[in-house]
């Protein structure tokens, strides 16, 4: 079964740090671009970051560059994201998802990260 | 930035009612256009990608169509489990950007 675990949400005070894992399985995550997409409670979708098969590109929503970064371990079958410098407007449910076609086909069940 | 507008931001359909959702970009998304569901406290589900590919699983009353800035997302006759939130979303520019969302409520 393709699937997608996200973990390390929680709640942290401005200005703390975070780091979110996604753990993928059912296959084969060296061949994908991944992405991470949030949604602020009640609020629609946003995408927040994307990342190349081998690491070798990312990029980012203006909202978060220079404060979160993206990286994978292809070995381990995951994807992260490291949040720093978090502001209460980062609260939100967080997801990563697969691409394929360029869309997300495949999303995580969400892990909630909460800045108060 | 693609700007993404949907519309309508809500409507209420019945059972086996035809429901079209519409999608506008501020310019060009190459038809990189990509629709999601959405229901309350889940994951959001890809429905059609690159306009109107219908993804693997989902029923054939989902379409889509457009080209452009302007595209359309059609149900051709709602069923109780399609009552949700719908998104586009461009995959032709960084950043990808979405849609507001248009909920599909009962009537």
């Known amino acids: 079964e393709v699937q997608l675990v996200e973990s390390g949400g929680g709640l942290v005070q401005p200005g703390g740090s975070l780091r979110l894992s996604c753990a993928a399985s059912g296959f084969t995550f060296s061949r994908h671009w991944m992405s991470w997409v949030r949604q602020a409670p009640g609020k629609g979708l946003e995408w927040a970051a994307n990342?190349?098969?081998?690491?070798?590109?990312?990029y980012y929503v203006d909202s978060v560059k220079g404060r979160f970064t993206i990286s994978r371990d292809n070995a381990k079958n995951s994807l992260y994201l490291q949040m720093n410098s978090l502001r209460g407007e980062d609260t939100a449910v967080y997801y990563c998802a697969r691409v394929l076609h360029d869309a997300m086909d495949v999303w995580g069940q969400g892990t909630a990260v909460t800045v108060s | 930035d693609i700007q993404m507008t949907q519309s309508p931001s809500s409507l209420s359909a019945s059972v086996g009612d035809r429901v079209t959702i519409t999608c506008r970009a501020s310019?060009?998304?190459?038809?990189?256009l990509n629709w999601y569901q959405q229901k309350p406290g889940k994951a959001p589900k890809l429905l059609i990608y690159v306009t109107s590919n219908l993804q693997s699983g989902v029923p054939s009353r989902f379409s889509g169509s457009g080209s452009g800035t302007d595209f359309t997302l059609t149900i051709s006759s709602l069923q109780p489990e399609d009552f949700a939130t719908y998104y586009c979303?461009?995959?032709?520019?960084?950043?990808?950007?979405f849609g507001q969302g248009t909920k599909v409520e009962v009537k």
């Open positions: 310019q060009s998304t190459r038809n990189f």
């Open positions: 979303q461009q995959s032709s520019i960084i950043p990808w950007t």
């Open positions: 990342m190349k098969e081998d690491g070798t590109e990312k």
